[in-house]
Every structure is written in structure tokens, then in C-alpha cells.
């Protein structure tokens, strides 16, 4: 019985110590997916501000003018993310998409947006445009790393 025992807790130890079979696609590297997720979406996003700030202020009317500028706003910064982390995914061999990501992102700038708007951030201030800049990247990039993660692992 002893043997039988020795026996079947080597057997569970072997697999548990056998390297990762050839069949498994490659791992990412979460700080490379971290940094191309985060710095696509920061370098992008006072161009995407500055462009709804132009939208916002295109009519007169509240509901025609607001209400595409927030929609860009929340929509664009998360594509840049997740479109740099499928691309960054693709190219080190790993399981990727682009959607699960981007939902992420797209949750992460919600809360950004909804931040910035109690925090009175404006973005023809430079300075608020940086800081909210780096801050939608921060947030877009790590939740569409997250999902990545969560979803492709």
C-alpha cells in the first residue's frame, strides 16, 4: 500500500513538474502588451479630445453637439488600446481579439470621462489635456491588458 501511494504521488508530481507541452501557443509578455496598450492610447488621446472639443462646439444645440463628442471621446481611446494589444498579441504568436479587450477599455473610459466631469478637467487647458491624456491611457491600456488576460489565457 506505501508503494501504491509513493508511487501515484510521483506520478502527480511529474506532471505537475513537465514542462508546458508543444501544442500550447505561445504566452504574451503583459509588460510588452502593457506598454504598447498604454502609450497607443496616451499619444493618441489629446488628438482625440481636441477633435471632440471641436465636435462639441460644432452647433449650438445641446443634444446634437454633446452628445457625438462624448460618444467619440468614449469610444476612440479604448480602439486605440485594444487595437495596439491585438497587434501586439499577434505578433508574439499568442491567442488574441479584439472585442473582449475593447469593452474593457471602453469600461475603464466611462469612469474616466465620468471622473474628468466631476474633477471640472477642461481640455483647451493644456495642462488637463496632458494629465487626462496620460490618465486614459493608464486606465484603457491596463483594462484591455486585463481582458486580454482574463479572456485569452
Given amino acids: 500500500m506505501k508503494r501504491f501511494v509513493l ?3 510521483l506520478v502527480a508530481l511529474m506532471g505537475v513538474a513537465t514542462p508546458a507541452s ?8 503583459i509588460p510588452a502588451e502593457l506598454g504598447v496598450a498604454v502609450g497607443s492610447s496616451m499619444m493618441l488621446s489629446p488628438a482625440v ?4 472639443r471641436l465636435i462639441g462646439g460644432s452647433t449650438s444645440n445641446l443634444l446634437t453637439s454633446a452628445l457625438p463628442a462624448l460618444l467619440f ?3 476612440v481611446p479604448p480602439a486605440f488600446a485594444a487595437g495596439g494589444l ?3 498579441r499577434k505578433r508574439e504568436g499568442a491567442k ?8 474593457y477599455a471602453v469600461g475603464a473610459q466611462v469612469i474616466v470621462l465620468a471622473s474628468s466631469f466631476f474633477a471640472h478637467t477642461f481640455v483647451g487647458d493644456p495642462k488637463d ?12 491600456g491596463g483594462a484591455a491588458t486585463l481582458g486580454a488576460e482574463i479572456h485569452f489565457r
Fill in 22 to 29: 508543444a501544442d500550447e501557443p505561445p504566452r504574451a509578455s
Fill in 129 to 140: 489635456l496632458i494629465l487626462l491624456s496620460a490618465i486614459t491611457g493608464a486606465a484603457t
Fill in 73 to 75: 471621446a468614449a469610444a
Fill in 49 to 52: 479630445y481636441s477633435s471632440a
Fill in 86 to 88: 491585438w497587434w501586439e
Fill in 7 to 9: 508511487s501515484t504521488s
Fill in 96 to 103: 488574441t481579439g479584439f472585442v473582449a479587450p475593447y469593452l
